[in-house]
């Protein structure tokens, strides 16, 4: 009702001289009708921003209806690159380590500044009240050829990666993996770093080319502003909080802005109810009995929960499990399984601790996997953590046992087949481990120039390291197969297998419920 009485008018006059200014249309081609292809559908997302003095702005962007693209119809590569969030963590680790500045900017509008290519014929109807409001905006053409991708077609945010990725090679910067390039200087030493997410931009740099680094990417790329990392200052980028704090030579990983914002989830039924959870009675193994009913008007509230609870861990590494364990049962909820959920979620709020990354001179790499095995129906849960180590203090064996320090990857997933053993549910939860330790080594190798890295494994479980000493499953023939594979992995990444005494199962704190 307020678009009608036009509350977005000015905001889609905005709109659409910014796609005049950026010459995102070939105005003065004419369609030709069963000749070109057929023109795509837009429309006008209309919504208000929240400013910060509680007042809203009227916000339009022009989409294009994608699923409407005929070039869907044939082959066409949508597939773009997406940053590893792990790989982001060990970058602001080495960045630590060598005192470089961070700052983070927007490229504005993104899509807009892809040139369309050459080969391409894309064509866009207009909706017809912008049509007819602003016919001499479009010399009288409904039907626009598209010399810019613009947002809603299905490669757009492939071809704009690409586009970055070509300016950014024109500056010197140099393509590592996916969405992270690095600068060199004449020493062959990395002097700066960036990462793409999405149209966001992280660097992290020497201070003595902070500068140029700006001035060479504005002249090139439209950026809304720098922002600069300051002591303190927390930052939303790539899904995580992070906080830069130059005194203690630290940075903080969290997900506090978003653990601040979740009081929703007391409503009227529940606000009096008692939440007062420890440690001892977090959960227990949610599992369904007899007096169990599943109640089908609780999977949109299940659903909303377990939406929560998933950015509530993700960076909460001892805690991971909880998400990946509750999300199998939400088309099947129950009342005991809400009431779990709010607990679960209202003592990560209340006790969730920060992930803390200090500086590493010469890195090693440390990993732990761990499972939790039923013997009773045979199912497995695994998971795995790695994190960075002075390379003295792992050779030396000496033991971080808080797990928050210089983590930067866990993973906790249900195994998809039965086995018959605890000792065959470590071998795979060890097998998840080494063979994602691959593109973390050679990862490490190159931001921090080294021939040679230091990887030790940590196992709780001693059966297991008779099995690997064996080279064999003497009780299950089966799985010697894949004590070769792992053993095979082990010598190419020059890893070494230690056992650890955790007087308890580890997996109670990284891969399953806890039993107290």
């Known amino acids: 009702e307020e ?24 105005t003065n081609y004419i369609y030709k009708e069963g000749i070109d292809p057929k023109p795509i559908k837009s429309r006008f997302v209309r919504i208000y921003k929240k400013l910060e003095n509680n007042t809203r702005k009227a916000k339009s962007r022009w989409v294009a209806k994608g699923f409407m693209d005929s070039r869907l119809k044939e082959y066409i590569d949508t597939y773009s690159a997406t940053g590893d969030k792990n790989l982001f963590i060990i970058i602001l680790q080495y960045a630590l380590s060598k005192n470089f500045n961070f700052k983070k ?12 290519e050459v080969n391409e014929n894309i064509f866009i109807e207009i909706p017809d009240d912008i049509f007819i409001n602003n016919k001499e905006y479009f010399n009288n053409n409904k039907f626009l050829k598209l010399l810019k991708y613009m947002y809603g077609l299905a490669d757009s945010p492939k071809k704009f990666y690409l586009y970055l990725k070509k300016i950014l090679k024109e500056l010197g910067w140099i393509e590592l993996v996916d969405c992270i390039h690095i600068m060199y200087n004449k020493y062959k030493e990395i002097i700066g ?14 201070p003595d080319i902070e500068k140029k680094i700006e001035e060479d990417i504005m002249n090139k790329i439209e950026i809304d502003e720098f922002y ?52 001892k009675d977090l959960l227990g193994p949610y599992e369904y009995n007899e007096e169990d009913e599943i109640d089908d008007s609780l999977i949109h509230e299940a659903q909303r929960l377990v939406g929560i609870l998933v950015w509530l861990v993700t960076t909460q590494p001892p805690l991971y499990y909880l998400f990946s364990h509750m999300s199998q049962y939400t088309t099947k909820p129950t009342p005991r399984f809400i009431y779990n959920l709010k607990k679960c979620i209202i003592y990560i709020k209340e006790k969730s601790q920060h992930i803390i990354l200090s500086p590493i001179n010469i890195p090693s790499l440390e990993s732990m996997a761990d499972s939790a ?70 990862f490490i190798k190159n931001l921090w120039n080294i021939s040679t890295l230091v990887y030790v494994h940590y196992t709780d479980n001693l059966p297991l390291i008779k099995i690997l000493e064996k080279e064999n499953f003497p009780e299950e023939p089966a799985l010697t197969g894949e004590v070769r594979y792992i053993i095979q992995c082990l010598q190419e990444t020059e890893a070494k297998v230690r056992w650890i005494d955790t007087n308890r199962m580890l997996a109670d704190s990284l891969t399953k419920f806890k039993k107290m």
Not at 230 to 239: C, F, L, P, T, V
Not at 397 to 403: L, M, V
């Open 3 to 26: 678009i009608k009485l036009g509350s977005h008018t000015e905001s889609d006059k905005k709109e659409i001289d910014r796609f005049f200014e950026l010459n995102v249309f070939d």
């Open 105 to 116: 900017c927007d490229v504005k509008t993104a899509f807009l500044l892809t040139p369309v």
């Open 193 to 206: 770093i960036i990462y793409i997410h999405v149209d966001d931009m992280f660097i992290a740099c020497h």
């Open 228 to 279: 600069n990392l300051k002591d303190g200052d927390i930052h939303e980028y790539a899904g995580l909080c992070i906080q830069y704090n130059k005194n203690k030579n630290n940075i903080y990983i969290s997900q506090d802005n978003y653990r601040k914002n979740i009081e929703y989830i007391y409503d009227n039924k529940n606000k009096n109810f008692n939440y007062n959870i420890t440690e």
């Open 373 to 442: 095995y039923k013997r009773l129906d045979k199912h497995t849960r695994c998971g795995y953590t790695f994190r960075l180590r002075e390379e003295t203090d792992l050779i030396n064996n000496k033991i971080d046992k808080n797990i928050y320090n210089n983590i930067f990857s866990w993973k906790s997933r249900k195994l998809n087949r039965l086995v018959d053993s605890s000792a065959a549910a470590e071998l795979y939860a060890m097998k998840m481990a080494v063979k994602m330790s691959y593109k973390y080594i050679n």
